[in-house]
């Protein structure tokens, strides 16, 4: 099955929306009616860039979603420069139709995505978006804001929003804030959608999720049985990664499928009821009788376990997080 991209950090599909530059001011004097960050004073204040971009400014990337286990999910956006702007300090963005800031648990941002740090979840304008001495450009509507910007031309910034509700995307308005030169704008960038109505029988994430993506880390201790054999993460991996050059070996086949299925079930994603529960008990009951698999003994030549490595295979197709849960 193919490698699907989510965060953390699940199968992902990037989508990216690349932001147009509006208008830019270049007033001076600031305003003491309104308290900026240092950092606003800063890019209000610096001098002209040597290549003024007058095209785009800043690239914004859906990185994906994941889902954490709890009733909640997290979805995480990027945003770079491009070349000829200023630093990004800080963007915004409407939380779209169907969210509201009720629905938001906790927001964090940062340029490691193993490593962020805290936002504080708040409904509100940013005066900076709209004082004309700060480059604004009028723009007073309420906002989710992420503080942090970007230090370079060449690094990703991250920023994830973790929700009560399962939606999907949609296009949605945001706004960037730089400093004179480059200014601040609205742009629409792949955001929050509208809640999504759960399948029956669930949801899976792919093998190549669990086995393939770096940042994935199992649920719960680490650890999944199969075939009343406990293995680990890095034993799995060691086995998705052993070599397929003589033909997919029933066992590895087997053992990748439905270790895909308890370790989505142990997020909660699959239903005790889902009919795919009865190609896992094949595989079970198969590895069983098998010594412990490993990247050196992975036997072939079960066409009953083949054969539900495929039919496991066929319902993930039909209930990923990607495809059924929505973007």
């Known amino acids: 099955m193919t490698l699907k991209m989510n965060l953390k950090f699940t199968s992902l599909l990037a989508f990216a929306a690349i932001i147009t530059l509006s208008t830019s001011c270049s007033k001076d004097e600031l305003s003491s009616a309104e308290t900026f960050s240092s950092k606003d004073v800063q890019l209000a204040t610096t001098d002209p860039l040597t290549t003024t971009n007058q095209g785009t400014a800043y690239t914004n990337v859906f990185e994906g979603k994941i ?69 604004g450009c009028n723009i007073t509507v309420p906002v989710f804001k992420f503080e942090q910007g970007t230090p370079d031309a060449t690094s990703k910034v991250y920023y994830s929003i973790t929700i009560s509700k399962n939606v999907g995307t949609a296009d949605v308005t945001g706004y960037y804030k730089s400093g004179k030169i480059t200014g601040c704008g609205a742009f629409t960038f792949t955001g929050l959608g509208c809640e999504i109505v759960e399948l029956e029988e669930g949801y899976s994430y792919s093998q190549g999720f669990w086995f393939a993506k770096p940042q994935t880390i199992w649920p719960g201790n680490g650890t999944i049985t199969l075939g009343n054999k406990v293995y680990t993460q890095l034993e799995g991996k060691a086995i998705w990664n052993a070599s397929n050059k003589k033909g997919l070996a029933d066992s590895k086949a087997a053992f990748t499928q439905a270790a895909a299925i308890k370790l989505s079930a142990g997020l909660g994603l699959v239903k005790p009821s889902a009919t795919v529960w009865a190609d896992v008990a094949i595989v079970d009951s198969y590895l069983a009788s098998l010594t412990k698999l490993s990247a050196t003994n992975l036997p072939t030549g079960n066409a009953a376990a083949k054969a539900a490595a495929g039919r496991i295979s066929t319902w993930i197709n039909a209930h990923h997080v990607d495809t059924t849960f929505g973007n």
């Not at 000829?84 to 409407?94: E, F, P, R």
């Not at 139709?97 to 708040?122: F, P, Q, R």
């Open 67 to 135: 889902a954490n286990g709890n009733g909640t999910w997290t979805y995480t956006w990027s945003m770079q420069n491009n070349t000829g702007s200023q630093n990004l300090s800080h963007w915004a963005m409407d939380l779209g139709s169907c969210i509201t800031i009720d629905d938001v648990v906790s927001a964090s941002e940062g340029a490691d995505l193993n490593n962020m740090s805290t936002v504080a979840v708040k409904w509100a304008a940013d005066p900076s978006l709209s004082n004309e001495n700060l480059g």
